[in-house]
């Protein structure tokens, strides 16, 4: 098979580049042009202080690279899930999520993912492949444009896909939502299964964003099994790079726990995490475990994952069980796939749903 690189999208081009690409116009050209992409986030036809020429080469040059497949909102209007597809066919979604007068944007970096937690709707399907600068600032620009006049404060890397595992364009859009967008640091989370390198990576770039891991087990055996990777990045490794992270960036650490019915919601669960958590002071976000059509083990009740956030306060430990967003439209943590297709697991556990 033959790959052929995805063409130029609009937000693909650094600065210097988008200069190039408008090599002879003046620079005060360039910059209009590029304050109307990141700053006022227009479509090139708004542009109308640029001549209609010019509007025109731009908007045949540098083509949206995401075109919508598919919208699906919340009854109550408060989450936003797009299905997007790409050059090439590969699809992935963005989930807006609105708050009183703010908004959250939950990006992808992959179309799919090679991690393959068993649990996760994303890694169900597999990885598709990666996306470029442009394919994950232009989720940014579209979910900005659809909250006005909501101001969307905060970016979380916690779509489809592994970040580590795409670091380049990840941080290329990082950077780019920071410097050019204006978001600041302290409002970009990346997420991560616990990709080592990666974590030491982030840790040597100049913007400190925040660092969420999705952890779901404090043991390595339990870990193994619920994370794959956790096999060639065992815990202790990813905590000794965790904590350089925190001591380099000195930014809040926080751990993403999915509830998994007497799997890892268990007292002595509860007892090896806040260890952890003391050790790196850090945050944890339990989310209860979203159904998805590859993974027959039942979620945690939801008043025993508040049982659990009880016990790891006792402990002196951090916790909130996040609000299930969006789960009425598969978007919510672990249910975004853009491919439908995914086969019903059998059930490997004792105590599975039954079929
Ligand atoms: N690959 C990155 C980014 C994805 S973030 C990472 O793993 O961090 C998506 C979050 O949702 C992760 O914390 C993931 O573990 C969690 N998740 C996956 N499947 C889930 C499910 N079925 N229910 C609840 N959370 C889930």
Known sequence: MTKTPPPLNRYLLDRESFADHLKGEPRYRVDQVWDGLYKRFEDFDDMTSVSKDLRAHLAESLPYALTETARSTTPNGDTVKWLWQLHGGATVETVLMHYNKRSTVCVSSQAGCAMACDFCATGQAGFERQLNVGEIVEQVVRSIREAQPRRVSNIVFMGMGEPMANYDATWGAVERIHGDIGVSARHITVSTVGIVPGIRRMANEDLPVNLAVSLHAANDDLRNELVPINKRY??????????????????????????????????????????????????????????????????????????????????????????????????????????????????????????
């Open 234 to 355: 065992p815990i202790g490794d990813l905590v000794d790079a965790c904590a350089d992270y925190l001591r380099i960036k000195n930014r809040r650490l926080s751990f993403e726990w999915a509830m998994i019915d007497n799997v890892n919601d268990r007292a002595v669960d509860a007892e090896q995490l806040a260890k952890l958590c003391r050790h790196l002071r850090a945050h944890v976000n339990l989310i209860p475990l979203n159904p998805t059509p590859g993974y027959a083990v039942r979620g945690t009740p939801l008043s025993r994952v508040n049982g659990f956030r009880d016990h790891l306060e006792k402990m002196g430990v951090n916790a909130t069980v996040r609000k299930n967003r969006g789960t009425d439209i598969d978007a919510a943590c672990g249910q975004l796939r853009a491919n439908h297709e995914v086969a019903v697991a059998a059930p490997k556990r004792a105590n599975s749903i039954e079929p």
